[in-house]
DNA sequence: GTTCCGCATGAATCGATAG
DNA sequence: ACTATCGATTCATGCGGAA
C-alpha cells in the first residue's frame, strides 16, 4: 500500500496506529514539539506488548528516527521517561538509549528533572520512594526555538529591597571584576518581579479523574509547550495515551496531532478529546 | 616501595596522595561507606591535571576497582557527579561511567537527585540554570546496610520549621499554584510522626566561609553517613578536597579516611580538621 | 532574644574576540 | 580551523550586624 505524502498535514487529530507507520507518511520538518512519555520498559505489558528493558533501544530507534525525520530544525523532542528497578539496580536503558539517540543524529541538549511533589506512598527495605523522572530534551540543531519568559515564575521579594538602594556590592563587584562579576545591569532588574525557572520541576501529580489516571499531569507538557512552541504550532506526542499532551496543546492554543497504537488508550484519548470539544474548550483538568 | 598491608588501618587521618595508590595499601573489606565528590570532567584543570570528558571513565576506573576492594560487602558507594555542557550538549561520561561501573562490578542500585536550592546564577538564549547533581548509589551486594529511621523526618517539627522557614520564594511560588502546592500537603503531614524522605534531596550550596569553600554542603555527606552508617563505621572520602566529608563523620560520630592528591586541598582540609580538632568537637558549619 | 535587612558568593554558559 | 581568554548575564541563601 502507498500512500501519498501530503504537504500539508492534518491537525487536531487522535490516530490509532503505531506511530512509526504512521509518521512514515508524514513530510519532513512538519513538528514545532514532540512532547512524550512512552511505555516504560515492562510497564503496560498488555497494551504494549512488555517490551523488555534489554531490547528498548531497539524497539525505539526506529521510531525516534521519525521523529527527527519530521520535527523542524528549529523544533524539541521531551522525552519523560525513567528506568525501573530491576533486581535490585536500576536498569541502565534509558542511558543507553541517550547514547543512541545521540549517535542517531540528535543533540542530547538538557536533562530536565520533574520533581513528583506527591509521589506514591511505599516503604521498602532498601530504597525510599522515586520522586523523580527525566525529561529529556533532543534538539536537531543548537539553534532551536525556546521562548524563556512564557514559563517565568514569581521572584522572591528579595530584588525589591535590594533595589531601593544600589548596593555598594554591586559597584564594587563590578569595578574589581572579581571571578564572574555581577551587578553589571541593575537596570535590568527595575521591575522585575518574575525570575527564570531552573531545569528542576515542581509538580504534583494529579490522579483526581480515576477514568485516566494520567502517566503525566497536565503541568508537565503545557510548560514545555509554552516554552517550545507558539501560538498555532504543531504538537506531536507519538505516544498519546490517555491524551494529556493533546489537551494541553488545545488549552495553549496550540494545534495537536496524537498516535496511540493501544485502542483501548486510542478511545479514552477520543472520549476525552471530543468531550472537551463539546465544552467548549473549558480549561481541563487532567 | 613495598608497604605492609595492614589488618586495621588508621581512621580519622588526611593521606596525601592519589587515592589508587593509598588504597592499593589497604585490605579489603574495612570501609563502611564511600562518599566522595570527584573533580568533574575539565573543571579544576589546575588541580589535577584537567580530566577531558572522553577520558573520564578510564581515569576513574582503575580508582573505583581499588573502592570496589576495600569497601566491606554491606558497605555503599555515593558518587556525587553532574555532567557539564559542551559545544551545546550535555556529555555522556556520566552515563557511560555509570555503564561501565557496572561492567566493573558494582551494583547500581539508585539515583539521588540533589536539589540545590541556590543555584548558580545567569541567563543564556537556550538553557535554564543547572540546579541539580547526581548522587548515584553503588553497591557491591544486594543486602547493604541501610538506617532509614536515621533520616526520617519528624513530621510536626518538620511541618514547623519549615513553614517557619519557609522562604518568601516557595511561598510565592506556591501561592500561585492551584492544588499542587505546599498548603495541601501540610494537612497530610499534621496527623503524621514521621516521614521517610524520598530520592530527591532538597540542599542549598553554602559557601559563607570564604577560606574553606566546600564543593559540596555538609548537608550531603551528613545525610548519607546517616543512612548508610552506624557509630563508629569507617567512612572513606577519596577525593576529600576542602574534607568536608571528614567534618560531616566527626559530627556523626563516624571514623574517617580522607584523602587528597593535591597538595593545597591537602593542607586546608588539614588545618580545617585540626581548628575542628582543638574546638573539641563542637559543631562545625561548613 | 528576635526580626529585619544588607551583603557576599556559588562545580555556569554563551558568544565574541584574540592568538 | 582550532583553542584560549574575556565580558555579559543573574538568583537564592545564610550570615552578621542593626533595629
Not at 218 to 242: A, Q, R
Request: proline share 5%; with cysteine; aromatic share 12%.
Amino acid at each position: 500500500m502507498t500512500i501519498k505524502i501530503k504537504r500539508k498535514i492534518d491537525t487536531n487529530i487522535v490516530i490509532h496506529g503505531d506511530c512509526e507507520d504512521v509518521l512514515k507518511n508524514y513530510p519532513n520538518d512538519c513538528i514545532d514539539l514532540i512532547v512524550t512519555s512512552p511505555p516504560y520498559a515492562d510497564a503496560r505489558k498488555n497494551q504494549y506488548g512488555g517490551i523488555h528493558p534489554n531490547n528498548y533501544a531497539k524497539w525505539f530507534l526506529p521510531k525516534s528516527e521519525q521523529f527527527l525525520r519530521v520535527l523542524k530544525p528549529t523544533g524539541t523532542f521531551i522525552l519523560n521517561i525513567k528506568e525501573r528497578v530491576l533486581e535490585g539496580q536500576r536498569h541502565t536503558y534509558v542511558l543507553d538509549l541517550i547514547i543512541k539517540l545521540r549517535e542517531q543524529g540528535w543533540l542530547w541538549t538538557e536533562e530536565f528533572i520533574w520533581h513528583k511533589k506527591n509521589c506514591y506512598p511505599g516503604k521498602w527495605p532498601n530504597r525510599f520512594r522515586d520522586s523523580w523522572e527525566r525529561c529529556l530534551q533532543f534538539n536537531k540543531s543548537k539553534s532551536f526555538a525556546m521562548y524563556q519568559e512564557a514559563v517565568m515564575v514569581p521572584m522572591g521579594n528579595w530584588a525589591e529591597s535590594r533595589l531601593k538602594k544600589l548596593s555598594e556590592t554591586d559597584k564594587v563587584r563590578d569595578e574589581s571584576k572579581v571571578g564572574s562579576g555581577f551587578g553589571k545591569n541593575i537596570s535590568n532588574w527595575l521591575n522585575r518581579k518574575m525570575a527564570y525557572p531552573t531545569n528542576v520541576l515542581h509538580f504534583a501529580t494529579e490522579c483526581s479523574n480515576k477514568s485516566h489516571c494520567a502517566a503525566f499531569p497536565l503541568d508537565v507538557p503545557e510548560w514545555f509547550i509554552k516554552l517550545f512552541t507558539k501560538d498555532n504550532n504543531v504538537v506531536l506526542d507519538p505516544f498519546l495515551g490517555s491524551g494529556t499532551t493533546a489537551v494541553a496543546a488545545i488549552n495553549l492554543n496550540r494545534q495537536y496531532v496524537g498516535i496511540e497504537k493501544n485502542e483501548d488508550y486510542y478511545l479514552i484519548s477520543q472520549n476525552r478529546l471530543d468531550e472537551f470539544t463539546r465544552q467548549g474548550k473549558l480549561k481541563w483538568k487532567t
